[in-house]
């Protein structure tokens, strides 16, 4: 059984809006660090933005200003508003969860999610 199940994922076009969800499947990460990252063809997995059990949050610059993260308790979801969506957005989009935010800052989860694919159109 996948740990985290990410949903959301669609084709949008240049401009559009669009929100993930990472869901947990059988277990909590009430304790975790939980943080959003995303692939495109041909390029390394890159880490997006993360939210820590504190609630502290971190963004990458590349998606800073553009992209929320949040952490929906009664849904016990973490979702990444995505706005002003681009072209180059397009990748797999990947949820992981990490005891420690600075691994997970780089790359280093201990759970991942299977991936929501996300393109945009010009």
């Known amino acids: 059984q996948v740990p985290l199940a990410e949903s959301g994922g669609g084709l949008v076009q240049a401009g559009d809006s669009l929100t993930l969800s990472c869901a947990p499947s059988?277990?909590?990460?009430?304790?975790?660090?939980v943080g959003w990252f995303r692939q495109a063809p041909g390029k390394e997995r890159e880490f997006l933005a993360g939210i820590a059990w504190s609630s502290t949050i971190y963004y990458a610059d590349s998606v800073k200003g553009r992209f929320t993260i949040s952490r929906d308790n009664a849904k016990k979801t973490v979702d990444l508003q995505m706005n002003s969506l681009k072209p180059e957005d397009t990748a797999v989009y990947y949820c992981?969860?990490?005891?420690?935010?600075?691994?997970?800052?780089?790359?280093?989860?201990?759970?991942w999610g299977q991936g929501t694919q996300v393109k945009v159109s010009s």
């Open positions: 059988g277990r909590t990460f009430d304790t975790y660090s």
């Open positions: 992981g969860a990490a005891r420690y935010m600075t691994t997970m800052r780089k790359g280093e989860c201990d759970y």
